[in-house]
Structures are given as structure tokens and as C-alpha cells.
Nanobody, 124 residues
Framework: QVQLVESGGGLVQPGGSLRLSCAAS????????IGWFRQAPGKEREGVSC????????DYADSVKGRFTISTDNAKNTAYLEMNNLKPEDTAVYYC?????????????????WGQGTQVTVSS
């Protein structure tokens, strides 16, 4: 049974930082790629970043480039999303997802398994 559990969300002031974690079980991140997505109220779920299990290649949405960093610790079977210089428009529920696709894109339909999400609120 595949399970993804996100943690690390919370309330932060503009310009602040958060580090999200995604603990995976039932899949091995050596072979499964990871994506981070977010969904704000009234908006569609959008891709934030993804990392390939085959070659470690990384993709970011334009809105987070230079501010967010995705990484994985395969020994811990955990993925991370380091978020810096947070803005109010980053407020959303953040989800991690996994796929057997070796070079995934930031497309919701490419991912097979999803976590329950963690709330990130950026507000003064």
C-alpha cells in the first residue's frame, strides 16, 4: 500500500521560509519520481516542482523559480520542498505525489499516488 505523508506546513509572514517533507512508504524513491503541487481556494491544482528518479533532473514552475528547492533523501525515502521568500500568493494546500514515470512533467494526470496535503498560509 502506497502512502505519502506531508508535513511542515504552517503560517508564515511574507519573506519567510518553510520546509515541507513528504515521507513515502510502499514505493521506493530510487525508482519513483516525486512532484509537488498546490491548490489555492477556488483554483485548480497546479504543479510546483518535480524531480526525476532516473537522472535527478528537476523542473520548477516559473512562479517559484529561484525561491523553492526540491530534493530527496532516498535513504530516508523522503522528499522535501524548501520554500524561501514566501509570498501571499504562495498560500495553498501543498501536495506531494509520486509516479513511476522516469521523467515526469508538472501535470496532475501523470502522478499515480497523492498525499493528503499540508496547508501553507503566507500572511502578515
Amino acid at each position: 500500500q502506497v502512502q505519502l505523508v506531508e508535513s511542515g506546513g504552517g503560517l508564515v509572514q511574507p519573506g519567510g521560509s518553510l520546509r515541507l517533507s513528504c515521507a513515502a512508504s510502499g514505493v521506493t524513491l530510487d525508482y519513483y519520481s516525486i512532484g509537488w503541487f498546490r491548490q489555492a481556494p477556488g483554483k485548480e491544482r497546479e504543479g510546483v516542482s518535480c524531480i526525476s528518479s532516473s537522472d535527478g533532473s528537476i523542473d520548477y514552475a516559473d512562479s517559484v523559480k529561484g525561491r523553492f528547492t526540491i530534493s530527496t533523501d532516498n535513504a530516508k525515502n523522503t522528499a522535501y520542498l524548501e520554500m524561501n521568500n514566501l509570498k501571499p500568493e504562495d498560500t495553498a494546500v501543498y501536495y506531494c505525489a509520486t509516479t513511476s514515470t522516469k521523467r515526469p512533467r508538472l501535470e496532475v494526470y501523470e502522478y499515480d499516488y497523492w498525499g493528503q496535503g499540508t496547508q501553507v498560509t503566507v500572511s502578515s
